[in-house]
T-cell receptor, first 114, second 113 residues
Framework: DSGVTQTPKHLITATGQRVTLRCSPR?????VYWYQQSLDQGLQFLIQ???????AKGNILERFSAQQFPDLHSELNLSSLELGDSALYFC?????????????FGPGTRLTVL | AQKITQTQPGMFVQEKEAVTLDCTYD???????LFWYKQPSSGEMIFLIY??????QNATEGRYSLNFQKARKSANLVISASQLGDSAMYFC??????????FGTGTSLTVIP
């Protein structure tokens, strides 16, 4: 158990809908990262937050948004869902930023868009 | 151009032998970091090892070592004394300026008893 929790574990929804994925980092970790893993695109970095502020943005679509709350949990909002958004979404956390190494991953949320 | 290239889609290794998983990267930055992750069939992602571009010594973490050859832009993962539990997908990744983060396509490692 990495100490990072993600809810829900599975999510099935329809095209055009909006969903929210939630992540709670390990106690004491200030950085949260979101990743998408799909068959088409492989693993992609979406976005990083550090202590409530956006720190880095990767291949995140405009239909997607994220935030980190004062208690450091983070939410990834996916809207106007398309079939191609079906993927495994990972959250990870670390004490500081990425350049330093160790990240701890949550178990992921499996999103299926029908 | 691909930022991270893993040319071995699949690898096999005998239990207790060492194995090297290849990774080459493409960047013009002086400051960058290289990572390896493991993803077992259960799906979770596990951080294995990190190497900073200014680190002069190769990173090691237990049975994992990163063979960092800066001039060749390679960051191969060496797993010593392979175990059955090492069977998994392995991803190489790089972070560069602006915290831009890139993954390779992965190598599937199978450890044979």
């Amino acid at each position: 158990d990495s100490g990072v929790t993600q809810t829900p574990k599975h999510l099935i929804t329809a095209t055009g809908q909006r969903v929210t994925l939630r992540c709670s980092p390990r106690s004491g970790d200030l950085s949260v990262y979101w990743y998408q893993q799909s068959l088409d695109q492989g693993l992609q970095f979406l976005i990083q937050y550090y202590n409530g502020e956006e720190r880095a943005k990767g291949n995140i679509l405009e239909r997607f948004s994220a935030q980190q709350f004062p208690d450091l949990h983070s939410e990834l909002n996916l809207s106007s869902l398309e079939l191609g958004d079906s993927a495994l979404y990972f959250c990870a956390s670390s004490v500081v930023g990425l350049a330093g190494g160790e990240q701890f991953f949550g178990p992921g949320t499996r999103l299926t868009v029908l | 151009a691909q930022k991270i290239t893993q040319t071995q889609p699949g690898m096999f290794v005998q239990e207790k032998e060492a194995v090297t998983l290849d990774c080459t990267y493409d960047t013009s930055d002086q400051s960058y970091g290289l990572f390896w992750y493991k993803q077992p069939s259960s799906g979770e992602m596990i951080f294995l090892i990190y190497q900073g571009s200014y680190d002069e010594q190769n990173a090691t973490e237990g049975r994992y070592s990163l063979n960092f050859q800066k001039a060749r832009k390679s960051a191969n993962l060496v797993i010593s004394a392979s175990q059955l539990g090492d069977s998994a997908m392995y991803f190489c990744a790089m972070i560069q300026t602006g915290n831009q983060f890139y993954f390779g396509t992965g190598t599937s490692l199978t450890v044979i008893p």
